[in-house]
């Protein structure tokens, strides 16, 4: 699976929108671009993904850039909640035992 | 809510010990599941990918006889550490993906369990 680079931290304010960075300059056309989330000592959580298209859902927006070298994700409105390592992930296709392949990912901290 | 639960939360077992985990998807039928350990402030790392009846498939670097897996049923999957050592401890994690989930490709992440071995 193609790498990706994520910067290890990010602050933001509760309320405001959070937008986390990642880039995949070597994604391949058959790659899916996911994000999963992992709150300190729990397991990690699915919150969208998107292969070339901009997604929404009720958590977040994936903004993939045309080039589908790199894309954002968008929390709109942040909360004290949302404070977890934010991990950025492509994968091969749509397929029940494709692997993840976990990075690094983004620290996000969201204060008052 | 939850769709994958794990089981113990947490365990302190003794160095030469066995332990085992189990991994139950609970509204649909896992016809994958995927095992996974984290040590502390790093990354999850794959260990092993199972499906129902099949023996697991295990990454680089992990000892298959010393990690036991057994997918015997759509709902359940066990990670038994045999001989466990100090080295061993970790939080393992568990996925699961299948039908009728939407999509069914998806991987739905347990709790984890806190391994500690003294």
């Known amino acids: 699976d193609a790498k990706t680079t994520q910067p290890p931290s990010m602050d933001c304010a509760e309320g405001r929108a959070a937008n986390l960075p990642c880039n995949h300059s070597t994604i391949s056309g058959n790659e899916y671009v996911y994000w999963y989330r992992q709150i300190h000592s729990q397991g990690p959580q699915y919150i969208i993904h998107g292969l070339k298209n901009n997604e929404t859902n009720e958590m977040a927006s994936l903004i993939i850039t045309e080039d589908r070298k790199s894309s954002t994700l968008i929390l709109p409105h942040a909360t004290l909640r949302d404070t977890a390592v934010y991990y950025c992930i492509v994968r091969v296709g749509n397929s029940g035992y494709s692997t993840l392949t976990f990075g690094k990912g983004t620290m996000l901290l969201v204060s008052p | 809510g939850a769709v994958v639960s794990q089981h113990p939360s947490w365990v302190i077992c003794k160095s030469g010990t066995s332990v085992k985990i189990e991994c139950r998807s609970l509204d649909f039928q896992a016809t994958t599941m995927f095992w996974y350990r984290q040590f502390p402030k790093q990354s999850l790392m794959l260990m092993a990918t199972?499906?129902?009846?099949?023996?697991?498939?295990?990454e680089q670097g992990v000892e298959k006889d010393k990690f036991l897996i057994n997918h015997a049923s759509l709902t359940l999957s066990t990670l038994t550490v045999t001989s466990a050592h100090p080295e061993d401890s970790s939080f393992y994690i568990c996925?699961?993906?299948?039908?009728?989930?939407?999509?069914?490709?998806?991987?739905?992440f347990g709790p984890g369990t806190r391994l500690t071995v003294t």
């Open positions: 996925s699961a993906s299948g039908r009728p989930r939407e999509p069914y490709y998806e991987q739905y």
């Open positions: 199972s499906n129902e009846g099949s023996k697991a498939t295990y």
